[in-house]
């Protein structure tokens, strides 16, 4: 039996261990330090750069997670209890979460279908409903970049603009995806990334926040590291969190910094290959760049199934509750209390997942979107279908450096093999 194909698994450069050994030799086993600093300073000159030559001039904050980093620029923006902050409903959770943390209310936008992301004219529409309905703004926008693909950055930041609402770019999926050759998270006021173990770089866990100038990443900081104000003795003027990296996990971020292009590249490619053998094969579409402004990362490749499509077994999807994680997710410790739910993805789609499955071929479902999801029941929501029904239709297919010309060509053909023709 052939090794199990990840969706994307972390791969290391070789040089990680130098930058963690000299953390051990110099002692800087702390939320700070020299590999801190160092992995800072790539990712600015990482982010900073333009495709036409130009350079940006924003900071960047390592923290110990992209959540956090959601969470300090919400902070940063001023977003307080009561107040609401729109954000994109196709998601993973850690967009909106933060939002609670700080007893706000998420307003969620639905999709258009070009890049999956944030609807701008559903944007607009939802702000000024909730400017009529509250008689205040909402404090903040955030747009999200799903499987790394760019959001209408331009038409976003028109509209964000004009109602004068900073942006947050969760920009966690999208590390080194371009619009217009800019790299995201450099458009709007704070750009989020995330360096979890199975996103574009790893630091086995870990974030940072791109600020638009000192000022900004002083204040991050501050509140990065509990809030203290500059006095001999722990004095306390504000609420602070413990969110700074670590100088050991900074040195992963070092070594992952050397490859980072490669890694880049290689998802390019994995995506290239997939449309190319999947472009003959009725029923299955590619999420591929819609138009030359679009330059995706494609940190995962998803599909979409006509729902006409059949999958061998498709008419025993669903028909027992799932035991354990789904694909071994680490954490899961709730058991399913039922077989379905009354929002989740076609039995074609189900059907497919469990046939990759069972050839060793880890896939999945989209996100679903936020504004299904039970425990936001209560949240407004501005929406269009489009979310859902990516929803219904789409998987996600591996794509990480680990994933070779071979591995896309067996996923390929178990996929033509479980189509009923
Ligand atoms: C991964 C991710 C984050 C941040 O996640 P962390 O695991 O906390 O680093 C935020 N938003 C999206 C859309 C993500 O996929």
């Given at each position: ?189 704070y750009g989020v990334l995330s360096f ?155 059907a497919l997942r469990v046939i990759l ?65």
């Amino acid at each position: 039996m052939r090794n199990r194909i990840y969706l994307c698994l972390a791969h290391m450069s070789g040089k990680e261990m130098d930058y963690i050994q000299e953390a051990f030799d110099t002692n800087w086993v702390v939320p700070m330090g020299p590999n801190v600093n160092g992995f800072e300073e790539d990712l600015e000159k990482f982010v900073n750069h333009k495709d036409n030559g130009a350079s940006l001039d924003r900071r960047v904050v390592g923290l110990s997670a992209g959540t956090a980093a959601v969470h300090l620029a919400l902070l940063a923006c001023g977003v307080g209890p009561g107040d609401e902050v729109i954000v994109q409903s196709f998601t993973f959770c850690a967009s909106s979460h933060p939002i609670t943390y700080l007893a706000a209310v998420p307003v969620f936008v639905d999709s258009e279908r070009e890049s999956w992301n944030m609807d701008p004219a559903l944007l607009e529409e939802a702000i000024k409903d909730r400017m009529a309905k509250t008689g205040r703004k909402p404090k903040a926008i955030i747009p999200v970049a799903l499987y790394g693909m760019p959001y209408q950055i331009d038409r976003i930041m028109e509209i964000a603009d004009r109602y004068g609402i900073p942006v947050i770019e969760d920009a966690a999926e999208g590390l080194g995806s371009k619009y217009d050759g800019q790299v995201l998270g450099t458009f709007g006021r704070y750009g989020v990334l995330s360096f979890n173990g199975n996103k574009m770089i790893t630091t086995s866990g870990g974030g940072a926040l791109i600020c638009p100038d000192d000022s900004a990443k002083k204040e991050i900081l501050f509140y990065a590291t509990q809030a203290r104000e500059s006095y001999p003795y722990y004095q306390h003027e504000h609420i602070g969190y413990n969110y700074r990296m670590s100088n050991i996990c900074a040195g992963i971020g070092r070594g992952q910094m050397t490859v980072i292009d490669e890694h880049i590249n290689h998802h390019k490619h994995v995506q290239e290959l997939y449309c190319e053998l999947l472009s003959g094969v009725e029923g299955i579409t590619m999420h591929c760049n819609p138009s030359d402004c679009y330059d995706s990362n494609f940190w995962l490749c998803a599909a979409t199934l006509d729902p006409t499509l059949r999958i061998r077994g498709q008419e025993n999807a669903y028909a027992s509750v799932v035991s354990g994680a789904v694909g071994g997710a680490a954490g899961v410790t709730h058991a399913a209390s039922t077989a379905t739910t009354d929002c989740q993805p076609n039995a074609n789609v189900e059907a497919l997942r469990v046939i990759l499955d069972a050839a060793n071929v880890e896939a999945r479902p989209l996100w679903k979107p936020m504004h299904r999801q039970p425990v936001y029941r209560t949240s407004p929501a501005y929406c269009n279908g489009v979310s859902e029904e990516l929803f219904h239709t789409g998987i996600c297919l591996p794509a990480g450096p680990y994933v070779s010309d071979d591995d896309v060509r067996y996923i390929v053909d178990t996929i033509v093999g479980a189509i009923v023709r």
